[in-house]
Structures are given as structure tokens and as C-alpha cells.
């Protein structure tokens, strides 16, 4: 099954672009060492990720730390961990064959990971085992139960998304599911947390995501932008999306809302801490709000391509293009000093290790821990 991005959407992030463009060639992963020369299914639901062989390299995706270990995602459902800060990689068994997209943890033995097919997985035991909460065969159950009956009821947004759904379906290669993906998937310590995706999906669920409830209509996007990144800090979520488009929930009225902002490209990422909010996309633009987005500045990364994370270090933030590019910005200043280049080709993510002076970044060639130098 392939996902329904039109062709605009297959260049639009570095963090969709294998993934996507990948999905629509059953022939993918065959010219990729790791993996051998079998058969794909067409029904990437139904059929757990093939074993590769770990001493090859292999394309991940997203990267992320859960406690003493790092938990990596890639093509046609690959899930690797390594307890040695990111040098051996081990394979994880995986459920699904889908595409991969993002990976987050909470703490330390919660996690989630989201991808094409609209695949939701969740850990309980530090990414050693997962199980799937959510696909497209259950989201289009969920979407037409939740909608259909407000839809006979005169309810006309309840309506308009029926018919969205049912478009959506219709151009899924299989006819159960809706295969569109999820992007981005994030909880806070209490179960509250949302997933986002293509076309401007957005779920929430109260209870770790056992259970979700649709909430597109919540949210200011009438246009159906997609859904790139979620953030949260305190209790508010933000969602970052294309276009320009930025969201904060809005607790009283159980709502996002559509936070003014200077610029008009797509926001890849969001990121929140106390008394900072940051967005970041195409180009190298940055951009930095010191009151919840009432006001912004720009951040002067002089980055010429996207940006694909922000990695704490300290007092400083490690700003990372897919370039592989860095630079550190000091989050009290939001002063910019250069870092060396890390020289090693397009990325696609990077997370945190334990060590001081080094982050992990995410390659079609696998994962690789790089030193942070600052340039001379």
C-alpha cells in the first residue's frame, strides 16, 4: 500500500523524503545492502519488517533516547536499539512493514513511534518490544464511527469530514485502509497527547493512546496543511506545519489555534522549553518567540538548507540542517557561533547521547556519532 502525498509533498522535508518516496516503489529496500532480496507484501500492516543484516548499514529515519539506550526507525517498518551510545545497532522486532517516520520517549520506557499506513506503536519496556495501537484499518473504523452519526444529525463539519475521509480512502491501494501518515506523535506524564500527520490529521488520546478521538476540525487549519512536528511545554502542545502554519492549544476551548508568525515557508519543528519557543524549517530559517508567540525574531543561522532538529547541550542548542551542517545557539542570548561541519552527507534527525560534546545524526547510511567542534 502506498501513501496518497502528491508529488509536491514527497520534496517538501528530508525527514518524509525517504519514506515517502520510497513507499511507492515495491523495489526499494532491494538496492539497500541490508536488506536481502525477497518479496515485499502489498499489505505492509499484516506482515512484521523482514531481519536485515545488522553489519550493514541501513536507512533510519528518526532517532531517539530512551534512558541507557537510543531507539532508531526506518523503511518498511525497521526498528533498531543500541545500548552503547549509538556505535552497534541492534534490530527490534517490528509488527508492521510500513515506513517509519518519527520516534519519541517521555521517560525512559515509554515511547511511540508513528509512520505511513497511519501506524501508531507504543512501548511499555524501553523500546525492547512493541505493539501497535492504531493503522489505517482502525483509523478509518474510528474516523467513520466518530463522524458518521454527528453527520446524521445535521452536524455539517461532521459531514465535511466524512467526505474527506472517504476521498482519502479512495486513493489508498487498499480499500480498509487509510494510508495516509502520521508524522509526529507526542505525550505528556499524563497520557495526554496528540498524533499529527498529512492532509492536517490530528488525534487525541487521554490514555497513552489506547484509545483516540479525531480533533482535525479542532484546530485552525481549514486547509488541511500537513502536520510536521509537535512540541510541548507545561501542559501546551504546539503542532508546526507547512505554510507557515503554527498551533498552540488552547485548554479552555480544547482547541488549536493559529499562532501569528513571520514567515510563510513550512515549519519542519517546533520546540518549547520554559520561557522559549522555537520553530524551524526550510532554509535555515529559525525563528524565536520569548512570550508564546506574541512576538518573534528571526535567528540568524546562515544555514542554507532545512533544518531537521534542535538537540539540547547544555545551556546551548545544537541546531542541525540536512546538510549536516551545525550550529550552537545559546538559549538565553540566542547568540549563534558556528560548529565545524560534520561532513557526513544528507540527515535526517539527531538526538542527544550521553556523551558531552556529541550528538547522533540519522543517514540513508545508517546512524553516526559526531563530534561537536566549533569551527575555526
Known sequence: MTSPCPASFLLCTSRLLLAVAFAVGA?????????????????SLDVPAQRIDEHLPAPLLSVATAGDAMIGVGLHGLIQRSIDEGRTW?????????????VRFRD????????HD?????????G??????????????LLNAYYGPRAEQGDEAAAQMLKEVAMAASTSATPDVLAAPFLDV???EHGNGFAVGAFGMLLHSTDDGQNWQPWTERSDNDRRMHLYGLAEQAGTFYI?????????????QQRFVKIDTPYTGTYFGVRAFDGLLLAYGLRGNLFASRD??????????????SLVSIVEQGDALIVVSQGGQLVSVDRQSLQVTPLADARVGEVYAASATKQAGSLLVTRFSGAKVIDIAQAN
Request: proline content about 4%.
Open 128 to 141: 525492547q518490544s512493541w505493539q501497535v495501537q492504531l493503522d489505517g484499518r482502525r483509523l478509518l473504523t
Open 27 to 43: 523495489s526499494s529496500l532491494l538496492t539497500t545492502p541490508a536488506y536481502s532480496a525477497v518479496a515485499l507484501s502489498a499489505d
Open 90 to 102: 541492534q534490530q527490534v522486532d517490528s509488527p508492521v512493514s510500513s515506513d517509519l517516520v518519527q
Open 186 to 188: 507526542m505525550f505528556d
Open 118 to 126: 497511519a501506524v501508531v506503536m507504543h512501548t511499555t519496556d524501553g
Open 240 to 252: 508546526g506545519g507547512e505554510q507557515g502554519l503554527l498551533l498552540r492549544l488552547d485548554g479552555p
Open 292 to 305: 508564546d508567540g506574541q512576538q518573534w525574531q528571526p535567528v540568524a543561522t546562515n544555514l542554507n538548507s
Open 108 to 115: 525512559e520506557r515509554h515511547g511511540w513511534i508513528v509512520g
